[in-house]
């Protein structure tokens, strides 16, 4: 029992170890009643982060429906993916400052996290696939957005880092020039012939196909040639079916248009416009693409600009394909912009898929930088030999 005249451990606030049961002592008022400014400004404080929890949860749901799928939704489409880490990161850093939620808002952020960093890539290497250490062909293949074709490059410097390369088959987009908006154009046959002999040249609109190997077939889009249909309606997945060995084998140049212009005013009509345009225009693209894959009986190889950095994760261009990532360390892959650009390079938007058989035991993004806003892709594909019945 306590001495005469003091309280009693029932008498004194907090005394039962609940910490959390009321503002501090200095938040509240002459009276007790807890309703001071400091107690104040910490329940708005929860309260935000209540909200803003809320509101990124109903952004991460809504990307996930609507990406790929909503024209207007191509604004959301350019945030780099690692914001899907970033934000829960920095919600779950003040979480312990909203300590009458903090037990059942920390789970929930944690779950955001590890949802985010899903689809942001992280973890991502390949999704399913054959047995890399099964023997078969192995072909050796470059991919790259050139940006432009040598327009502002050394040509001698261009054409000796794509000799450096060796490749079995190179898958080239941005074979053209851009002047006054508008594409222009190019042929330099005379000058690839020279520098790489023995390939065979495939050109489709601005995709360009060089390959040593031999050529079974091109799969070329009929336009007319006229103005800049070649550019506006020509394919943009060129198709090559190579012999690998015994065997054919489908390899798709892409290079999906981009979402919109950086630089355009977002308060022009004319910047609506074009997003549209281009949602429209990728739209088409890609049923294309989806179609022709789906009646190809050959195993096949896609890669190039995909101009998304979500097409590994909520756009699938090629259902049931693999998707591939290289080996990037702790943070996921990233191929843009590698070049002097006023922007870090945070996001991917070079991407490698593969159906059938193929393995890929060799995939990393190389140079390209000093010519390019895009790093080249380098990869190593095995084509298995033919199945014996």
Same mark, same amino acid.
Not at 254 to 257: D, E, I, L, R
Not at 382 to 385: A, E, L, N, Q
């Given at each position: 029992m306590p001495p005469?005249? =003091?309280?009693?451990?029932?008498?004194?606030?907090?005394?039962?170890?609940?910490?959390?049961?009321g503002?501090?002592?200095d938040?509240r008022?002459?009276?007790?009643?807890? @309703?001071?400014?400091?107690?104040?400004?910490?329940?708005?404080?929860? $309260?935000?982060?209540v909200?803003?929890?809320?509101?990124?949860?109903l $952004?991460?749901?809504?990307?996930?429906l609507?990406?790929?799928?909503? #024209?207007l939704?191509?604004?959301v @489409?350019a945030? &780099?993916p690692?914001?899907l880490?970033?934000? !829960?990161?920095?919600?779950?850093?003040?979480?312990?400052?909203?300590?009458p939620v903090?037990? #059942?808002l920390? &789970?929930?952020?944690?779950?955001?996290l590890?949802?985010?960093?899903?689809?942001a890539g992280f973890?991502?290497?390949?999704?399913?696939?054959?047995d890399?250490?099964?023997?078969?062909?192995?072909?050796k293949?470059?991919? #790259?957005?050139? +940006?432009y074709?040598r327009?502002?490059?050394?040509?001698q410097?261009?054409?000796?880092f794509?000799?450096r390369?060796d490749? +079995?088959?190179?898958?080239?987009?941005?074979? $053209?020039?851009w002047?006054d +908006?508008e594409p222009?154009?190019?042929d330099?046959?005379? /000058?690839?012939?020279? @520098?790489l002999p023995g390939?065979?040249? *495939?050109v489709?609109g601005?995709?360009l196909t060089l390959?040593r190997?031999p050529v079974?077939?091109?799969?070329?889009? /009929?336009?007319?040639?006229?103005?800049?249909?070649?550019? /506006?309606?020509?394919s943009?997945?060129?198709r090559?079916?190579?012999?690998?060995?015994? /065997?054919?084998v489908?390899f798709?140049n892409?290079?999906?248009?981009v979402p919109f212009?950086?630089?355009?005013?977002? $308060?022009s009509g004319?910047?609506?416009?074009f997003?549209?345009d281009?949602?429209?225009w990728? +739209?088409? @693209? =890609?049923?294309?693409?989806?179609a022709?894959l789906?009646?190809?009986?050959?195993?096949?190889?896609?890669?190039?600009?995909?101009n998304? %950095?979500w097409?590994?994760?909520?756009?699938?261009p090629? &259902?049931g394909?693999?998707a591939?990532? !290289?080996?990037?360390?702790?943070?996921?892959?990233r191929s843009?912009p590698? *070049?002097?650009? %006023?922007?870090?390079?945070?996001w991917?938007?070079?991407w490698?898929?593969?159906?059938?058989?193929?393995a890929?035991?060799?995939y990393?993004f190389?140079g390209?930088?000093?010519?390019?806003?895009?790093?080249?892709?380098e990869?190593?594909l095995?084509?298995?030999?033919p199945t014996?019945?």
């Open positions: 005469s005249g =003091l309280p009693g451990t029932d008498d004194v606030p907090g005394a039962d170890g609940d910490r959390t049961a503002p501090p002592p938040a008022t002459a009276d007790g009643t807890g @309703e001071g400014p400091r107690a104040r400004r910490w329940c708005r404080g929860t $309260l935000l982060l909200a803003a929890t809320g509101a990124w949860a $952004l991460l749901v809504l990307h996930v609507l990406a790929g799928r909503w #024209w939704w191509l604004l @489409e945030v &780099p690692l914001t880490v970033a934000v !829960p990161l920095l919600l779950l850093a003040v979480t312990p400052l909203a300590r903090r037990r #059942w920390a &789970p929930v952020l944690v779950l955001l590890l949802a985010g960093a899903h689809l973890g991502a290497v390949v999704r399913g696939g054959p890399t250490t099964a023997g078969g062909t192995q072909v293949v470059f991919a #790259w957005s050139t +940006d074709w327009m502002d490059d050394d040509e410097d261009f054409y000796a794509l000799r390369q490749a +079995d088959v190179y898958l080239l987009q941005e074979y $053209l020039y002047q +908006d222009v154009r190019i330099d046959t005379a /000058r690839l012939r020279e @520098e390939y065979h040249i *495939s489709e601005e995709l390959s190997l079974v077939a091109e799969h070329h889009r /009929r336009v007319p040639d006229t103005g800049t249909a070649w550019y /506006r309606e020509g943009k997945a060129q090559t079916d190579i012999r690998v060995g015994d /065997r054919t489908s798709y892409v290079h999906m248009p212009q950086v630089g355009d005013n977002p $308060l004319r910047f609506y416009r997003l549209r281009q949602y429209d990728r +739209d088409r @693209e =890609l049923a294309a693409l989806r022709d789906a009646e190809n009986p050959h195993p096949a190889l896609l890669t190039g600009d995909f998304s %950095p097409t590994g994760s909520l756009l699938d090629a &259902p394909s693999r591939h990532s !290289p080996a990037s360390g702790v943070l996921p892959a843009w590698v *070049s002097d650009y %006023p922007l870090p390079r945070l991917r938007l070079d490698l898929f593969t159906t059938g058989d193929l890929v035991p060799g990393r190389g390209g930088g000093d010519f390019s806003d895009h790093a080249a892709q990869i190593r095995v084509v298995p030999g014996t019945p």
